[in-house]
């Protein structure tokens, strides 16, 4: 009979404890054997070092590995649908983003999987699940996020117009954590629509409220300024001489 041979796990970083994690991934993983779940542990870390990296394969690895490990661990089941999503393979993120909603019984991965519809060009079913009641129970963080993914599903539906609508009201809120990433949104659609003065006005208040560099307002604002970055690289020859 034939057997499957088992894929080699891959390497943890030096000085990785699994430690980092949260305190509420680490109860997750008390229903593990202790050194089951702290080897758990330091590959779901390397899953948010090798994302941050922007090392696709190399954060699937990972959670490939985690959830062979811990299959039904909620934060294992999302690393791997982190991944997959990552890699645009909503199909099968989406799976992953269903089994951590059935296991936790959370809903706080519902705008990824609002934009996994949108990948997958489901636009109706995108749009359906974004008015869902579970998307009612969302944190105000991520009902942010869902308005940005709902306004990218607008868009591509041609309703530019509803996108807009729908991030004018969360831009003149009060200033948040995410704040950045709606003016962005909000900065670049009105920006489609032809009103430049207003979107250099929005990516610059995007620049200045990023302040962990999630987006590239700064540059766009450079673009709509006409002010071309030379990289001083670029006038260097082959041998390296300026």
């Known amino acids: 009979m034939p057997t499957t041979t088992r894929k080699p796990e891959p390497a943890i970083e030096e000085g990785i404890t699994g430690k980092e994690l949260d305190r509420e991934v680490w109860t997750q993983l008390r229903t593990l054997s202790k050194e089951n779940a702290e080897g758990v542990a330091q590959h779901l870390v390397m899953?948010?070092?090798?994302?941050?990296?922007?090392?696709?394969?190399?954060?699937?690895?990972?959670?490939?590995?985690?959830?062979?490990?811990?299959?039904?661990?909620?934060?294992?089941?999302?690393?791997?649908?982190?991944?997959?999503?990552?890699?645009?393979?909503?199909?099968?993120?989406?799976?992953?983003?269903?089994?951590v909603r059935r296991l936790s019984g959370s809903s706080h991965l519902l705008p990824l999987m609002v934009d996994a519809e949108r990948g997958l060009g489901r636009h109706d079913r995108a749009l359906e699940l974004a008015t869902s009641s579970e998307a009612a129970?969302?944190?105000?963080?991520?009902?942010?996020?869902?308005?940005?993914?709902?306004?990218?599903?607008?868009?591509?539906?041609?309703?530019?117009d509803a996108a807009i609508v729908s991030l004018e009201k969360a831009a003149y809120s009060p200033p948040r954590p995410w704040s950045a990433r709606i003016y962005y949104a909000y900065a670049d659609a009105i920006l489609v629509r032809g009103d430049e003065e207003g979107a250099r006005k929005w990516f610059a208040m995007a620049s200045a409220a990023d302040t962990e560099f999630e987006t590239d307002a700064a540059e766009r604002l450079d673009e709509l300024d006409?002010?071309?970055?030379?990289?001083d690289d670029d006038d260097e020859d082959e041998d390296g001489r300026g």
């Not at 709902?150 to 530019?160: I, K, S, W």
């Open 137 to 160: 129970q969302l944190s105000a963080a991520e009902q942010a996020e869902l308005t940005i993914v709902v306004a990218g599903v607008r868009r591509d539906l041609g309703q530019l």
């Open 226 to 231: 006409g002010i071309i970055v030379v990289d």
């Open 47 to 99: 899953v948010a070092i090798r994302l941050a990296e922007d090392d696709i394969d190399g954060a699937m690895a990972h959670a490939e590995t985690v959830v062979r490990r811990a299959g039904r661990v909620p934060a294992a089941r999302e690393a791997l649908g982190m991944a997959a999503y990552r890699q645009g393979d909503f199909t099968r993120a989406l799976t992953e983003f269903r089994t």
